[in-house]
Each structure stands twice: as C-alpha cells, then as structure tokens.
C-alpha cells in the first residue's frame, strides 16, 4: 500500500512501483519478494508525463505487470495519469449488466474492461473489505463500491493466475 488516507505524493507512488518490483529506492530497504504484479487503483488528470512514463519502464524492465484504473471521469482515459502511460494494462469498469459503467473512463488507452459495478443499480456494488472504525482500528467490515478501482483488481488477478500457470510469461506476453 502506497497511499494512507490523506493521499500522498506522485513521488511517493513513483518510489513505491518501483520498490515493489524490486528496485532499489534511495533511503529504503530492498524488497526482498518482488512483485510480478502490481495493481494500481488510483489516478488523476493529465496524461503521462516523463516521470510517469520512466517509472512504468523501469518497472515492466524489471519483468513486473503494471494493471490499472482507467478512471471514472466518464472521458477517454488518454486524460489521465497513469492510464495513459505506455506498456501497461489500463482497465475500464463494467456495469452489472455487461456494459461500460456510466462513470468509466474508455477509449484507445483502455486495453480491457472487469467488473466495477454501479451502487446506483439495485445490488450492483462491489464488495471491498473495510475497518468499521472512525478514528482508529475497530472491526473487519464490508463495503459496496463501485469504480475502476474495484475492476483493475479482478484484472490483476487474473493476471497473477496466468503467472502461476505459466512463470515465464514476460509483461507483453501478458
């Protein structure tokens, strides 16, 4: 995890792939268990720019799959940052009827589409664990969701499947 509940900076999440794949971080311990997969819930405006772009180079050289949000600005996810990034997996999010969710990005930076519901149709959220505390740890709770962000997961998933069927799969191959 990256970001707390007060955010964090680009440099922060830029430091954080590239820790996770395996990639020292000036001031940080080496991960000693890479991740071959890395979900990416999170975004904002703007199309990727240089550092963004380096960032996910580094981390798809280090043989790591990038999947991420494509957004819920109902726009094309060319506007935003890291969904417009090159060499990754940018997911756009489905109603429960199939289609594209009113709220999701789209468009030719989007290589997929999963599972992000719509908690404006009767049952249509998904389910994301949560703490039932207000200030401080109190219970293991549900919550109904809806977004890109609850549809990367199911992209990566799948994604970390295929890489226990088949470990030699590089990230294109992917």
């Known amino acids: 995890r990256t970001l707390g509940r007060r955010g964090g900076t680009t440099s922060d999440i830029l430091d954080a792939m590239r820790w996770s794949?395996?990639?020292?971080?000036?001031?940080?311990?080496?991960?000693?268990?890479?991740?071959?997969v890395l979900n990416m819930s999170l975004g904002g405006s703007g199309a990727c720019d240089a550092a963004w772009q380096a960032a996910v180079d580094d981390v798809v050289g280090e043989g790591s799959v990038l999947v991420v949000a494509a957004g819920n600005s109902a726009g094309d996810a060319a506007n935003f940052t890291p969904a417009s990034c090159d060499d990754l997996i940018t997911v756009a999010a489905t109603d429960p009827t199939g289609d594209l969710a009113r709220y999701s990005n789209f468009g030719p930076s989007v290589e997929m589409s999963a599972p992000g519901g719509d908690v404006q149709m009767s049952g249509g959220g998904v389910l994301s664990t949560l703490d039932s505390g207000t200030k401080a740890p109190a219970g293991d709770t549900y919550g109904a969701y809806n977004g890109t962000s609850m549809a990367a997961p199911h992209v990566a998933g799948v994604v970390a499947l295929m890489l226990s069927v088949d470990p030699s799969l590089t990230p294109g191959e992917v």
Do not use: D, H, I, Q
């Open 21 to 36: 794949a395996g990639l020292s971080v000036p001031g940080v311990p080496n991960n000693g268990n890479p991740a071959k």
